[in-house]
Nanobody, 123 residues
């Protein structure tokens, strides 16, 4: 099983970017995006249930970021709009075998992690 994250880059404040996370080998109950800014701990960004597509976002990105999935491509996306310099981080996708409470932000419920993709937002 592999999770491959892609789509990061250098953008200016206010720009948009879409991250992709493709999963090989199987599908999972839940997928999520986390991020880790320089000098900070990794934090939850958004999650989506594979069946049904229910989503939950961190307050810091509500109204700006949207998580979605493409069942046919076994891929999860993170559409990021109105980017801010404080969004600068390495973004990781994660996948959970078992379903849990949608609003859970715990990293421990995720069994597989992608390698991370760097997003840099300049002011």
């Amino acid at each position: 099983v592999q999770l491959q994250a892609s789509g990061g880059g250098l953008v200016q404040a206010g720009d948009s970017l879409r991250l992709s996370c493709s999963a090989s080998g199987r599908t999972f109950s839940k997928y999520a995006w986390f991020r880790q800014a320089p000098g900070k701990e990794r934090e939850f960004v958004a999650t989506i249930r594979w069946i049904g597509g229910s989503t939950y976002n961190a307050d810091s990105v509500k109204g700006r970021f949207t998580i979605s999935r493409d069942n046919a491509k076994n891929t999860v996306y993170l559409q990021m709009n109105s980017l801010k310099p404080e969004d600068t981080a390495v973004y990781y996708c994660a996948a959970a075998v078992r379903d849990t409470v949608l609003s859970s932000t715990r990293q421990s419920i995720y069994d597989y992690w992608g390698q991370g993709t760097l997003v840099t937002v300049s002011s």
